[in-house]
């Protein structure tokens, strides 16, 4: 299982995350997506734990708790769903036709 945190303050590290969860067991891994174009942290965060139990406690823990001067939303994390295509791109062989 993964943990998913929310709402994270954009000043939050790996570092501080492992310190915050592991009060409530071994945290075994920490990521921090940054934007793709800005390469800024996007104001959440996931975390893995060494067991179910650990990681069920932590977010009954910390959810909604203030930590750093926001609120955190805690929970299982989703899996990641696959995207679609929002439009077509150069590669689709759809076929396009314009009226003048």
């Known amino acids: 299982m993964t943990i998913y945190v929310?709402?994270?303050?954009?000043?939050?590290?790996e570092?501080?995350?492992?310190?915050v969860f592991g009060e409530?067991?071994?945290?075994?891994?920490v990521q921090i997506p940054l934007d793709r174009e800005t390469q800024r942290?996007?104001?959440?965060?996931?975390i893995k734990m060494a067991t179910d139990d650990e990681e069920t406690k932590a977010?009954?823990?910390?959810d909604s708790a203030e930590w750093m001067g926001r609120?955190?939303?805690?929970?299982k994390a989703r899996p990641r769903e696959d995207r679609?295509?929002?439009?077509?791109s150069w590669g689709d062989k759809q076929n396009y036709s314009?009226?003048?």
Do not use: C, H, M, P
Not at 7 to 13: C, I, P, Q
Not at 15 to 19: E, V
Not at 71 to 75: M, T
């Open 98 to 100: 314009r009226s003048y």
């Open 71 to 75: 609120v955190l939303k805690v929970n």
């Open 59 to 62: 977010i009954g823990e910390l």
């Open 41 to 46: 942290k996007r104001g959440f965060g996931f």
């Open 84 to 88: 679609k295509s929002s439009g077509g």
């Open 6 to 13: 929310g709402n994270l303050s954009y000043d939050a590290t």
């Open 15 to 19: 570092t501080d995350l492992t310190q």
């Open 24 to 29: 409530y067991g071994s945290v075994t891994d």
